[in-house]
């Protein structure tokens, strides 16, 4: 089994509870709480949040549960920043399933569940058709390789405008909505990047998306696949 960080750490290094999300050079890890310090934004305060309650969770789970987290991440493999894999721990593996589960809205589990993997899929095109009469704007991404969501849920982040000398700026990435429909391999963001990150860019800036697939039933999530689009 492959597990990806939640997206819901990759922007953090601060406490939370009793453990801590942090990084070094080559990736992000989980480690006993430092005293924390007050969350910068509320997409902060809301990792916090799900740091603690999480930590919480693990606390209470029997020894038995914990003996099945501990035993499944030895064959599961972390993936650093890098793309090199990583060993990681059962407490890590808990946090980051359930965390993945929190984001697309489903119950966290007590043990691992066995999912059927990912089939391949990619980012084809990302377009902009600015409002016109009655009709609102659209920002529809479109993939190949996703013909339904009936196990999964399609989860997309995006960035705010960028100078489009750069190449990508995944720095700025956040997570924009989940998606549990998809149409003609369409989905339209629109409304949701507005929500998250408010209007659209000016003529000459780039967006990077970046876009991923959670399991409904084990809370694994699929591999990445990330496209920038420059609006004109």
Known sequence: MIVKPS?????MRKSAGGVTASKNKARLYLKNRISPRNPRTEAQSKVRATLTTFSKNWAVLTPEQRDVWN????????????????????????????????????????VPGTGAGFAPFDIVSIAYVAAAGQESAKLNVTFSGIENLTAQTLVIRATPGFSQGRESY??????????TEISAGVVDIATKYQTVLGAFPASGQKIQIEAFLVDNATGEASLKQSLTYLFE
């Not at 997206?7 to 922007?11: G, V």
């Not at 890590?92 to 589990?109: H, P, Q, T």
Request: charge should be positive; glycine fraction near 10%.
């Open 7 to 11: 997206i819901a750490f990759e922007d």
């Open 71 to 110: 035993e499944t991440a030895k064959s599961a493999m972390g993936v650093r920043i890098l793309g090199n894999a990583a060993k990681i721990s059962g407490f890590n593996l808990y946090v980051r399933i359930n965390s993945n589960l929190d984001m697309i809205g489903k119950e966290a589990i007590a």
């Open 170 to 179: 995944p720095a700025l990435l956040r997570n924009v909505g989940v998606f």
